[in-house]
Nanobody, 120 residues
Framework: QVHLAESGGGLVQAGGSLTLSCVVSGNMFEIVSMGWYRRAPGKERELVATITSAHSTNYADSVKGRCTLSRDNAENSVTLQMNNLKAEDTGTYYC??????????????WGHGTQVTVSS
């Protein structure tokens, strides 16, 4: 069974910074992509950033230049550093892992979410 442990959410003033971390435990044959998505109040879940095992990153336009996503393959962890936070960054942030649970089965896992609130 795969488990995603998220940490680092909280309340911060606009212009501040937060770091979100996610550690994956359990049996996965290969983790291909890790990242973060978010759901703002009244909106659908959207991409924040993802990173592959080769450390290739993809960022939402809304966070480019303000967020940095990094990954530790040995620790099966991913870290999102968010700077210059804005009120519109408020939402529940979900860790996401995609890969193979065994050599033939592709799987997708989500964390339970961590709340980020940016006060203006």
């Amino acid at each position: 069974q795969v488990h995603l442990a998220e940490s680092g959410g909280g309340l911060v003033q606009a212009g501040g910074s937060l770091t979100l971390s996610c550690v994956v435990s359990g049996n996965m044959f290969e983790i291909v992509s890790m990242g973060w998505y978010r759901r703002a109040p009244g909106k659908e879940r959207e991409l924040v950033a993802t990173i592959t095992s080769a450390h290739s990153t993809n960022y939402a336009d809304s966070v480019k230049g303000r967020c940095t996503l990094s990954r530790d393959n040995a620790e099966n962890s991913v870290t999102l550093q968010m700077n210059n936070l804005k009120a519109e960054d408020t939402g529940t942030y979900y860790c996401n892992v995609r890969g193979f649970s065994d050599p033939t089965n592709w799987d997708l896992y989500w964390g339970h979410g961590t709340q980020v609130t940016v006060s203006s």
